[in-house]
């Protein structure tokens, strides 16, 4: 990768409409020299129509309910994704995404690769901390001591997410020096997903409880985190991108019983939260208040182990192409998800540029065909089809509903599918272990495409667990060979044909990505579902319609 | 009557012990730890990493050793840290400990207040509309689930009055109307079920009291009714029933679980399904043992107040 540029005005708007003053003055300037200088005699105050339009008034508060309690909002460490909805209003990382998952400077305004083992990170000058203390490479060192060996209350359990990193020196006062272990690319996706890869000042584990309290530089300082009940956050006032946020006070309260959100939306206790689909559209018949929907990370996937030991019908790659081959994913997502969703593959749709597109998927890889899928079972020798236990979560409830829907798809092929519901600690320790014939799970957000297809390098704990039987050296390459390039470019049609491979021999059969729903009171503007699963708009992009 | 006291007290150690084995037992043979469940299916963690989260949370090591470890450290106070976020169990349930006790002690005070005059009312009337009305009342009290009606009362609210319950809590010494309008519908939710079976309870034990001798004979001398029922009748209709009640403290205690988590009170039940959930062992074992203890602690009391309403019984 080369140096990135330092950056310029930015919009977190889904639709990119939301822009500043600032931004407004560089489009000015723009436009000419004669509008500028009108603009300058008229005034601020007498701005023209179109600019008061434009520019999102400041102020007001958005109370959001959590539908989980984050536990801790230490920034390092935390593995759940509501740890990140609690501590994400006020960490940052050195790179961040913008809506569309595009890398973009942060804390660090460029960087360079120097080797394919050195990466320097020039930092941001004058950024503050929420303490006042200027962010300095010193700061960015101790953060990521932090990150590789991650004190409680996080856990070192997330080191599976953190890249080759072997350590950081201080160059100069700006300058932050990162060592790799060996080539990582997904580094850059790491940072910018800014889960386990926030900056603190330097010594902040001895000034302050993080798991209840936190210094970082984003939009929001921490006021007050009550476990199991609320966190209240209040504007930087020194925050780096200027003009941001445009709220003044950020409230989450925890409120994991949905119909409890359903009742204070209604009430007006909060301003919005994160709804079941039939929730959001009973919800939508109020004309008070507006349903969000968008794609996210998550999506649902049929997991088959193939296994030394008995052999089992799947181990064919005919009989596994006739099962994708005879689920009709529309009809999965018509009947559990009310016709919002879309196909997914290995990776998921909205992923930045590395999924397959919709029209590979729906009219060629996850085509529904089911003469094909008959026809392959003949080819297997397994025409009279077999039995299978399909493991599923006992919740969320549409796992049980989907395993119904491929249960009666399959059965047209005679495949009888019998369903296993587990509790999610029962299931999460046997689909690690591998102890399941066929699994019935779901994905979910990663800061690198590896991320999704790691497990396909035969040295990963989960090929071992899952499928060791399985061979194809050219996946084995392209997955090998992607984390190690750098250049991302290079990076994107090793991926895709790691797909296509994949969607050839189907050891994961990819079904569905599922839309989350959001609903908020007409005067909460520009929040949108982001894709990562996170309430980033709250901190972003949103503002209160006077 | 001493020595009755001290026995039931004693009794109350083994139990406790007993528990506590059982709880830790009972926790570690669920499929999967809290690392599985944090992790699930991350295809990135090696046996390695996981062994060594295990180990920083203190989960490694024999059962015998762990629950030694625990043990040792809850009689001298320390309960250990919390899986999930590493903040003293102790401290953890100091927060929670009073809003369940609050919400508890509403709830079986309005189910007492409401239930027993209810049942006065039923045996003295009975057979007639408001006995009737009592009954069907009291059935449909032991049939409504209080999550249900914790659930309906929310929404009921939202929709015809436009309001619910404040959602961050509000302790009684900072605001003592807010603190009250927080936690009425989740105890009304939760006494419904303890106010039927009280009134059930109070009216049959009336029954069987007005047909006594001693209450016939009272009568006959021209005690005024009021008098006859509430000072003859009802002090001794009261004792089975105030057993009744020490019991429904721990029915009251398994509703508040549920009702917690609807309402968003932060109390000692939403924080046990939360840890059973997420296999937080340090703060299951920590809060079962603490509801135990109330239990037994409650029925402890019912023990003794019953030693001292009943003489017979403490006689052996």
């Known amino acids: ?546 | 009557m001493y020595g009755y006291v001290a026995k039931r007290t004693l009794l109350v150690l083994p139990t406790l012990i007993g528990v506590s084995i059982a709880i830790f037992l009972m926790v570690r043979l669920l499929p999967g730890d809290v690392i599985d469940v944090l992790l699930g299916a991350d295809t990135q963690v090696t046996p390695e990493v996981r062994e060594q989260a295990r180990k920083q949370l203190g989960l490694d090591g024999s059962y015998a050793e762990q629950y030694w470890r625990w043990a040792s450290g809850a009689v001298q106070g320390d309960l250990g840290d919390s899986v999930r976020n590493a903040e003293p169990v102790s401290s953890i349930l100091r927060d929670a400990a009073p809003i369940t006790l609050e919400l508890v002690f509403l709830s079986l005070l309005i189910a007492v207040v409401v239930g027993v005059p209810l049942g006065v009312v039923s045996a003295v009337r009975r057979e007639g509309s408001s006995d009737y009305l009592a009954r069907v009342a009291g059935l449909i009290g032991v049939s409504i689930p209080s999550f249900w009606l914790a659930t309906l009362l929310l929404l009921f609210t939202s929709r015809a009055f436009g309001w619910v319950p404040p959602l961050t809590y509000v302790s009684p010494f900072d605001d003592l109307g807010a603190n009250l309008s927080q936690f009425i519908l989740p105890a009304l939710s939760i006494s419904v079920f303890t106010m039927a079976i009280v009134m059930r309870m109070v009216r049959a034990t009336m029954l069987e009291v007005l047909s006594q001798d001693y209450v016939r004979t009272a009568r006959a001398k021209g005690v005024p009714r009021r008098r006859v029922v509430f000072r003859h009748a009802l002090r001794n209709a009261l004792i089975p029933v105030v057993t009744v009640v020490g019991f429904e403290v721990g029915v009251l205690m398994s509703g508040a679980a549920i009702v917690e988590i609807i309402f968003g009170l932060p109390g000692i039940g939403n924080l046990l399904l939360q840890a059973i959930f997420s296999r937080d062992y340090p703060l299951i074992q920590a809060t079962t043992m603490l509801i135990a203890a109330i239990f037994i602690t409650f029925n402890l009391l019912v023990d003794i107040v019953y030693g001292f309403l009943d003489p017979r019984i403490a006689g052996g």
């Not at chain 1, 798991?211 to 199991?228: A, D, K, S, V």
């Not at chain 1, 797909?499 to 189907?506: A, F």
């Open chain 1, 1 to 546: 990768m080369s140096d990135i540029p330092s950056d310029k005005a930015r919009s977190d708007s889904p639709g990119g409409g939301d822009l500043n003053r600032r931004d407004l003055l560089v489009k000015a300037g723009q436009i000419g020299a004669g509008a500028v200088a009108a603009g300058s005699l008229a005034g601020a105050a007498k701005a023209s129509p179109a600019r008061r339009k434009a520019a999102p008034p400041r102020g007001g508060k958005v109370t959001w309910a959590l539908e989980q309690d984050p536990a801790h909002i230490a920034p390092f460490g935390g593995i759940l994704t509501a740890n990140h909805w609690g501590k994400a209003p006020m960490y940052e990382s050195l790179i961040e995404w913008d809506v569309k998952l595009n890398e973009r400077p942060a804390l660090a305004t460029s960087w360079k690769v120097v080797d394919a083992r050195t990466i320097d990170f020039t930092l941001r000058r004058g950024v503050r901390f929420h303490n006042g203390k200027e962010l300095t490479a010193a700061d960015a060192k101790y953060s990521f001591d932090l990150q590789l060996n991650p004190p409680a209350p996080g856990s070192v359990a997330v080191l599976g997410q953190v890249p080759a990193i072997a350590g950081t020196e201080v160059r100069s006062k700006y300058v932050l020096r990162m060592k790799l272990k060996n080539p990582d690319a997904r580094v850059f996706g790491y940072l910018a997903w800014n889960r386990y890869s926030a900056i603190v000042p330097e010594g902040m584990y001895g000034q302050v409880n993080a798991g209840r309290e936190g210094i970082g530089t984003g939009p929001f300082r921490l006021l007050e985190y009550q476990p199991n009940s609320h966190l209240e956050f209040a504007r930087f006032q020194n925050y780096w991108k200027r003009g941001r946020p445009y709220l003044d006070a950020l409230s989450f309260k925890v409120l994991p019983d949905e119909q409890a959100r359903v009742a204070a939306l209604r009430a007006g206790a909060i301003d919005g939260g994160t709804f079941s689909a039939d929730s959001a559209k009973a919800l939508g018949q109020n004309r008070n208040l507006k349903v969000l929907r968008g794609l996210t990370a998550a999506f649902r996937e049929l997991q088959m182990t193939i296994k030394p030991g008995d052999r089992k019908p799947w181990h064919d790659v005919r009989v596994r192409q006739a099962v994708n081959f005879a689920i009709n994913r529309q009809e999965i997502i018509n009947r559990v998800y009310s016709g919002f969703g879309e196909y997914s593959g290995h990776v998921p749709p909205g992923y930045g540029p590395w999924p397959l597109t919709r029209s590979e998927l729906r009219d060629r890889y996850e085509k529904h065909d089911l003469p094909k899928a008959r026809a392959l079972m003949r080819a297997a020798g397994v025409a009279n089809g077999f039995t299978v236990e399909m493991t599923t979560f006992s919740t969320p409830l549409d796992f049980a509903s989907v395993a119904a829907v491929i249960k009666a798809q399959l059965n047209r092929i005679n495949i009888n599918v019998n369903i296993v519901a587990q509790e999610p600690g029962t299931f999460a320790a046997n689909n690690g272990r591998g102890t399941f014939e066929w699994d019935l799970t779901a994905r979910g957000m990663r800061g690198d495409v590896d991320g999704y297809l790691a497990e396909f390098n035969p040295s990963s704990t989960a090929y071992q667990a899952w499928y060791p039987l399985y061979r194809n050296v050219r996946v084995w390459r392209l997955v090998g060979n992607g984390r190690i390039q750098l250049d991302q470019k290079k990076r994107i049609p090793m991926y895709k044909e790691a797909q296509r491979l994949l969607m050839n021999d189907v050891v994961q059969v990819p079904l569905v990505a599922v839309s989350k729903f959001q609903v908020v009171r007409p005067r909460v503007a520009n929040m949108y579902v982001a894709f990562s699963d996170f309430n980033t708009g709250l901190h972003t992009s949103v503002y209160i319609k006077r």
